[in-house]
């Protein structure tokens, strides 16, 4: 059974930093793209960042260019999204979802499995 399992949610300051863990279980991901989307309150789940789990190559959103980075570490079957210099706007539910295309995609059709979220508040 396919488990994405986020962590590493919480409150932090505005201008703070947070790094955000997804751990992946019951199959090999080694052909995947795994990304992180997030959706807050009365919005659309929107793309954040992804990572291609084999050599690593990294896709952002405009938003978040230069203050996340998504990485991944291949022996904990884990990939991570460092957040700095966080604003109030993106407070949301921030999800895992991992996607066989070969090609990071920003789009949620594009993903098979889902994790079931992690909270992140930054607060003004």
């Known amino acids: 059974q396919v488990q994405l399992v986020e962590s590493g949610g919480g409150l932090v300051q505005a201008g703070g930093s947070l790094r955000l863990s997804c751990a992946a279980s019951?199959?090999?991901?080694?052909?995947?793209?795994m990304g992180w989307f997030r959706r807050a309150p009365g919005k659309e789940r929107e793309f954040v960042a992804a990572?291609?789990?084999?050599?690593?190559?990294?896709y952002y959103a405009d938003s978040v260019k230069g203050r996340f980075t998504a990485s991944r570490d291949n022996a904990k079957n884990t990939v991570y999204l460092q957040m700095n210099s966080l604003k109030p706007e993106e407070t949301a539910v921030y999800y895992c979802?991992?996607?066989?295309?070969?090609?990071?995609?920003?789009?949620?059709?594009?993903?098979?499995?889902w994790g079931q979220g992690t909270q992140v508040t930054v607060s003004s």
């Open positions: 979802a991992a996607s066989r295309l070969v090609v990071p995609e920003p789009e949620v059709p594009f993903y098979d499995y």
């Open positions: 019951g199959r090999s991901f080694s052909g995947y793209v």
């Open positions: 990572v291609r789990w084999s050599g690593g190559l990294t």
